[in-house]
């Protein structure tokens, strides 16, 4: 199975903070990185396909990029409703796996 | 625009068999090209990928969990299932249905989650 370590696995944040969660994978999944955000009680939602290609309708302000295995996530203005926990998942072997997920708070 | 609902018993005890379907709405379960997978979380804790079906009736499973679970589909009623056998109190967790792209394979639809506890 290829691990997902993302890190950290929480933080504080203020509004308007640039934020960047890193991902790095067990082994090569060459581009085949999603991202989600998940809000306490509900399903998670996905924001960043293949490494870096936004989702429909998710706001510009979130990003991704891939250098290797490791794969970052960067919110460049953080706004009320983006504090949540994110997951990074690989989708390049099976099994499917997921990172341990990383809590974004409130400072 | 397609939904997911699951729906099953939300309390097993132990040694039975877990049960859950997911309905698919607003599209067809066998048309473009997808997967349609189980994924669990248990409580305060992250993501598990049980496994996936084809509409054509292959299935994939999680090496960690295939000597107990069986992932069914019927198209005919839009829906797919979950079967998983001699639960302990490990299995408890939200069970999520969700469809996966081929190209891209990322979870794009999610049901709203079902929690089930295994408990007496």
């Known amino acids: 199975d290829i691990q997902m370590t993302q890190s950290p696995s929480s933080l504080s944040a203020t509004v308007g903070d640039r934020v960047t969660i890193t991902c790095r994978a067990s082994q090569t999944i060459s581009v085949y990185l999603n991202w989600y955000q998940q809000k306490p009680g509900k399903a998670p939602k996905v924001l960043i396909y293949?490494?870096?290609i936004l989702q429909s309708g998710v706001p510009s302000r979130f990003s991704g990029s891939a250098s290797g295995t490791d794969f970052t996530l960067t919110i460049s203005g953080l706004q009320p409703e983006d504090f949540a926990t994110y997951y990074c998942q690989q989708s390049y072997s099976l099994p499917r796996t997921f990172g341990q997920g990383t809590k974004v708070e409130i400072k | 625009q397609v939904q997911l609902q699951e729906s099953g018993s939300g309390l097993v005890k132990p040694s039975q068999t877990l049960s859950l379907t997911c309905a698919v709405s607003g599209g067809s379960l066998s048309s473009g090209g997808y997967t349609w997978s189980w994924i669990r979380q248990p409580p305060g804790k992250g993501l598990e990928w049980i496994g996936y079906?084809?509409?054509?009736?292959?299935?994939y499973y999680n090496p960690s969990l295939k000597s107990r679970v069986t992932i069914s589909v019927d198209t005919s009623k839009s829906q797919f299932s979950l079967r998983l056998f001699s639960v302990t109190a490990a299995d408890t967790a939200v069970y999520y249905c969700a469809r996966g792209g081929n190209v891209p394979a990322a979870f794009d639809i999610w049901g709203q989650g079902t929690m089930v506890t295994v408990s007496s």
């Open positions: 293949d490494g870096s």
């Open positions: 079906i084809l509409p054509s009736g292959s299935a």
